[in-house]
């Protein structure tokens, strides 16, 4: 069974930064794609950023230049790196996997809170 932990979430003052973690366990994950969604409060999830197993990455235009996404394979573990946070980027965080073939995300994580107060 596939599992998703998302950790390093938190207040944070608006500019600062915040490294959240998803680890993956329940089977190998190298043909999987790894990625970050959000979810504001009466607002639809959002996707910020997705990394392939050879580590190609791609990012929504929102966090373009301030999140930077990155994956461990030998942990099964993939990052956000979130710099220079705004108010706006207050949201639950949430990771998900696919397998690389695939359009819809199929295993998500509970999610952790991101606070930016300004």
């Known amino acids: 069974q596939v599992r998703l932990v998302e950790s390093g979430g938190g207040f944070v003052q608006a500019g600062g930064s915040l490294r959240l973690s998803c680890a993956a366990s329940g089977r190998s994950f190298s043909n999987y794609i790894m990625a970050w969604f959000r979810q504001a409060p009466g607002k639809e999830r959002e996707f910020l950023a997705a990394?392939?197993?050879?580590?190609?990455?791609n990012y929504a235009d929102s966090v373009k230049g301030r999140f930077t996404i990155s994956r461990d394979g030998g942990k099964n573990t993939v990052y956000l790196q979130m710099n220079s946070l705004k108010s706006e980027d207050t949201a639950v965080y949430y990771c998900?996997?696919?397998?690389?073939?695939?359009?819809?995300?199929?295993?998500w994580g509970q999610g952790t809170q991101v606070t930016v107060s300004s």
């Open positions: 990394v392939g197993s050879g580590g190609s990455t």
């Open positions: 998900a996997t696919r397998l690389w073939s695939l359009s819809r995300y199929e295993s």
